[in-house]
Structure formats: structure tokens, C-alpha cells
């Protein structure tokens, strides 16, 4: 039997299996529930959130023959659709179609009712890249669609859909998954296909995926093939190119001792275990993250790491307040961008430099405390008089 990848394994069949999109699909529930289903929606959110995934699924609960919970997966109508091979469901890609003669086309289809089922439905992918003319045609059926017909528009940017558009449509909003939420579906996935993953080896993926489920799942695959059925952070840093935290704490270590140097030789050996410059970079702020939130004092399940890391983490460099590592950070971030920025500069030398200027950074103090030190520190009267008259 071939191998599926888990994006497509592990796709949702129902609402229930969504992720983090809560809000919409009890809308959607509801609306089937009470049958006043509008006949133009429009799913717009960031990529692998669920956007077409959602339209599929609702897609099959108008569609669906069986009594009982819907979609039942089980009938002709839901068979068709998760195979793609629907006659009432068809799933068009508006970046290949999107001229005024592939609307009109597609539209002359929906002139006839559905062959098998309750509703003809359109779902349109990325409808974005739809020409203005493509719109202009498709906007008399979209005002007085046939009572059988039902758009469902998908879009990572909302911002290009036409106003005379969006005036037509229900329009969902799909949220960025949070590194716990994926964090759990991964563990979920890993616990039914019998695959030991470390919480560290979570925490990487889910931050890696940057708030989208496909992406979570595909990185997944990727690790899967070169870790096997026990997935470790060492493994998940290896396979990504990913540089180890080790790395980070000799770093952070080198700014407490205002070691430029150091900090010199710990970017040399990323960059001689083939990490980029930028990708060290983003992993040192996440670093930081978990740096500055132990110093709160979050627990190790809420940042999804060891109990060991943050314990090290708690250990490491205590001259840093929380200013400090706030500094660091600021000073990171802006780098990081730089970097990404293309004005062909040398990603090496901006780090180089920064790294030189936080080792040379001295620390942060607390106003308060200076002020009641100098307060309590024995002076001359007259000393005494001015420094409370100015206090």
C-alpha cells in the first residue's frame, strides 16, 4: 500500500477534528442545524489553517444521504468528495482559472441542478487571483443564485477580493494556530500511529510551523523519515538544520562575560554545521523567549520543554535581569530582520557586529534600588539635604 503523507492522513472529516477554528465550525453547525445556510461563504486566514479543508467538510454535511451525524463519511455523496470525484462538487483553483472565459465556462455548469445530491457547490481556491472581469461575471449568478448552487470562496488575502464581493458573502475568519494547539494535534497524531516523540521535539515542530496545521504535519513527515518511531530534539534539530540549544546557552554565557570573542566562535560553529545565519537567528529568539519566561517563572509543560531545560535555563547567567535578555532580544529581532532583508549585505558580518555590541552592553539596574541605596549610604548632612530634596 503506498505511503500517504500525514497532511493528507490526518486532513479532518468533520468539524470535531478541527483545530483551533472552534468559533467557525459551531456557526457552520448551526446554521445546517437550523437550515438557513447562506449560499455565498468566503474563508480567509493564513496558509493551513483549514480554509479548504473547512469547505470540504461543509461541502459534505450539505451533501450528505445518511441520517444521523453528518458528514457520515460513508454514503456515495461523502465517498465522491473526499476522493475529489464529486459531479456536484467541484474544487477549482482561481490562480489557473482566472480569466473571464474559465468563469463563464464554470458558471455554465452550474445552470443545471445537482445529479446526485441536495446542492450543486462551488468551491474556488485562492480566489484572490481572480481577474476583475472573472468577478464581473460571476457577480449576477453570485446576487440570484440558482436555489441549489453554493460558493465557497477560499483566500490567503482578503485584502485583493473586491468589495462588491465581500458585500455578498459570509466571510470567516480563520485564526493562526498557537504552538500548543498544534503541539497537542502532533502528540494526538504521534500517539494513534504509535511514534514516541520528546515534548522538545513537539515544542521545534510547533514553532517551526509558524501557526499552520499542513505545515506542522509536513515537517512531521520529514522528521518521521529521518528519525523513525522515537523522535527526539536532537533528531528534529538534525533533520531541520536546527542548531542545537546547547549552542545558545554557550552564547548567552559569552554576553554575561562580555566575550565578543566567544560569541564569534559560537556563530562559526553554526555556521560550520551548515546552519544559516538567519535560522540561528530565529531560533535565538525563541531561546530568549524561553530565557526571559523562566526568569517569570512559567512552568516547563507551559513553555513545552524539559523540566531539565528549565532548570538550566533558571541557572543561566543570573547577573541578566529581565531587562537584560528584553535588550538582547530587541537588538536580535531587528538583526534577524536585516538579514532577511535583501540589500546584499553579508548576514555573517551583521550578526558579528551585533554580537560585538550586546557583549559590550553593560547591565540593566533598577532605578528604584540606586535611589533607596543612595538614600541609606551614610553621607555629610548637607549631601543628605540635597540628594532627599531631589528624591
Request: some cysteine; glycine content about 6%; charged content about 25%.
Amino acid at each position: 500500500m503506498p505511503y500517504i503523507a500525514m497532511a493528507r492522513k490526518w486532513r479532518p472529516r468533520s468539524f470535531s477534528e478541527m483545530v483551533g477554528q472552534e468559533h467557525i465550525a459551531q456557526t457552520l453547525k448551526n446554521a445546517i442545524a437550523t437550515e438557513k445556510v447562506h449560499h455565498a461563504f468566503l474563508f480567509t486566514g493564513t496558509r493551513g489553517v483549514g480554509k479548504t479543508t473547512s469547505a470540504r467538510i461543509l461541502a459534505s454535511m450539505l451533501n450528505c444521504t445518511a441520517e444521523g451525524e453528518k458528514p457520515c463519511g460513508q454514503c456515495e455523496s461523502c465517498k465522491a468528495i473526499a476522493a475529489g470525484s464529486s459531479m456536484d462538487v467541484l474544487e477549482i483553483d482561481a490562480a489557473s482559472n482566472n480569466g473571464v472565459e474559465d468563469m463563464r465556462t464554470i458558471l455554465d455548469g452550474t445552470q443545471y441542478p445537482p445529479m446526485n445530491s441536495q446542492h450543486r457547490i462551488l468551491i474556488i481556491d485562492e480566489v484572490h487571483a481572480l481577474s476583475k472581469q472573472a468577478w464581473n461575471s460571476m457577480l449576477k449568478t453570485l446576487e440570484e443564485p440558482p436555489h441549489y448552487l453554493i460558493f465557497i470562496f477560499a483566500t490567503t488575502e482578503v485584502n485583493k477580493v473586491l468589495p462588491t464581493i465581500l458585500s455578498r458573502v459570509l466571510r470567516f475568519d480563520f485564526k493562526r494556530l498557537s504552538p500548543l494547539q498544534i503541539s497537542k494535534r502532533l502528540a494526538y497524531v504521534c500517539e494513534q500511529e504509535g511514534i514516541k516523540i520528546a515534548p522538545e521535539a513537539l515544542s521545534i515542530i510547533s514553532e517551526k510551523a509558524d501557526g499552520s496545521m499542513r505545515d506542522a504535519l509536513t515537517i512531521f513527515d520529514e522528521v518521521f523519515a529521518y528519525s523513525g518511531n522515537s523522535i527526539t530534539a536532537e533528531s528534529v534539530q538534525n533533520a531541520l538544520g536546527i542548531p542545537s540549544d546547547t549552542l545558545y546557552f554557550e552564547l548567552v554565557k559569552a554576553f554575561e562575560a562580555h566575550d565578543a570573542k566567544g560569541s564569534f566562535a559560537v556563530l562559526e560553529k553554526a555556521i560550520a554545521a551548515g546552519v544559516e545565519v538567519q535560522v540561528f537567528l530565529e531560533g535565538l529568539i525563541r531561546f530568549l523567549r524561553n530565557f526571559l519566561y523562566s526568569k517569570i517563572g512559567l512552568t516547563a509543560e507551559t513553555l513545552e520543554i524539559s523540566q531539565e531545560n528549565l532548570d538550566n535555563l533558571k541557572k543561566l547567567a543570573p547577573t541578566f535581569e529581565q531587562g537584560d535578555i528584553l535588550r538582547i532580544a530587541k537588538i536580535i529581532t531587528e538583526l534577524s530582520e536585516r538579514c532577511s532583508s535583501r540589500h546584499g549585505l553579508n548576514p555573517r558580518l551583521l550578526a558579528e557586529a551585533e554580537f560585538s555590541k550586546i557583549a559590550w552592553l553593560d547591565r540593566v539596574v533598577n532605578i528604584k534600588e540606586v535611589l533607596e541605596n543612595i538614600k541609606n549610604t551614610p553621607l555629610k548632612e548637607e549631601s543628605q539635604k540635597k540628594i532627599g530634596s531631589f528624591i
